[in-house]
């Protein structure tokens, strides 16, 4: 019943590792995932750790260009630049957010659209919506990949996803409208939050409140995504980390849900070490 997100990402890294050296054999390099990190935002810090880990742990080359919370916007894009230039560098990945001097639009349109790994040039988005090949983005990527593990069948379902942000909510009503489920994408001035998501055959929280979506708004035999990823503090004063879903009450009524931590964290991750390997080989197979 609990989809697995941390068993299911460590499987296919362990596939992705065994493809290292025999995409060495045949292409003489091993793929390059290229880190750029702005300023000390613990949290940023903590996600790039994790990045930076698996794709040691696949056995792939990884850098981590790390510049002071002062560098400029100029600077930022010329590191880009570079690396869109650099023949050892397939994946480029700038963690989100930057400080506010920097305008994210420009920094993410600089990086080239074969090596944005993390699926979030326009480029890269007008084609997911077109329908043509594209780099997906990480989450959305994961999510699916998730939902299809637990055996929960996406044509003909009624799909409701509980927040519509660039990164995740609107690209994963993409991802399941291709599948042929019939997608609602509900937010913040959604009339009837409950009214929907109790129709949800399947049902992904996205919202960043801690446990806001309560068993009584799920629909019994519901495969629910738990994307949230919220720190909280627990009335004895220790933190605790906790998803946008009421876990322990869900889990009574879904058929399949996903944890927090362990569920689409872990997945996310590994989908950025599958994009990087997809971008190398389209690379290796232009040359
Ligand atoms: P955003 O803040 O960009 O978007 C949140 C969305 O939730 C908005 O569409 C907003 O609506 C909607 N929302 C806010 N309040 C309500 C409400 N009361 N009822 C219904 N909808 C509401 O968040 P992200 O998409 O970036 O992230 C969402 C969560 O997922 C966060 O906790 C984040 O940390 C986590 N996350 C986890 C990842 C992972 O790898 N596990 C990756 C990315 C994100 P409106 O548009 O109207 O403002």
Same mark, same amino acid.
């Given at each position: ?94 963690? $989100? !957010? ?8 420009? @920094?993410?349109?600089?990086? *080239? %659209? =074969? ?25 959305p990527k ?68 801690p446990e ?21 503090? $627990? !009335?004895?004063g220790s ?5 946008? @879903?009421?876990?322990?009450? *869900? %889990? =009574? ?35």
């Amino acid at each position: 019943m609990i989809i697995d997100g941390k068993a299911l990402a460590l499987s296919l890294k362990e596939e992705m590792k065994k493809q290292m050296p025999l995409l060495k054999g045949k292409y003489g390099r091993i793929p390059c995932l290229s880190v750029i990190i702005v300023g000390d935002n613990p949290a940023s810090r903590s996600y790039v750790k994790g990045k930076i880990k698996a794709a040691e742990f696949v056995g792939m080359e990884s850098r981590l260009i790390e510049l002071p919370e002062s560098v400029s916007e100029a600077e930022l894009i010329a590191h880009i630049r570079e690396l869109n230039e650099d023949n050892a560098t397939d994946g480029i990945l700038v963690q $989100l !957010p930057l400080p506010e001097h920097i305008d994210e639009d420009k @920094v993410i349109d600089a990086i *080239a %659209l =074969e090596k944005d790994v993390d699926g979030f040039h326009p480029g890269n988005v007008a084609n997911l919506w077109l329908g043509r090949k594209c780099i997906l983005p990480c989450t959305p990527k994961g999510i699916i990949r998730m939902i299809e593990s637990s055996g929960t069948r996406i044509a003909g379902s009624k799909a409701v996803i509980v927040g519509r942000s660039n990164i995740v909510g609107k690209p994963v009503a993409k991802l399941l409208l291709d599948r042929n489920a019939t997608v609602t994408l509900a937010h913040s001035k959604t009339a009837d939050l409950k009214k929907e998501t109790l129709q949800a055959d399947i049902l992904i929280a996205a919202v960043g409140r801690p446990e806001m979506i309560t068993a009584d708004m799920i629909k019994p035999g519901a495969t629910v995504i738990d994307v949230g990823i919220n720190r909280i503090v $627990l !009335p004895d004063g220790s933190p605790k980390l906790v998803g946008d @879903v009421k876990f322990d009450e *869900a %889990l =009574e009524v879904a058929e399949h849900i996903s944890p927090v931590p362990g569920g689409v964290g872990p997945m996310t991750i590994t989908m950025l070490m599958e994009n990087t390997i997809e971008c190398f080989l389209a690379r290796m197979e232009k040359r």
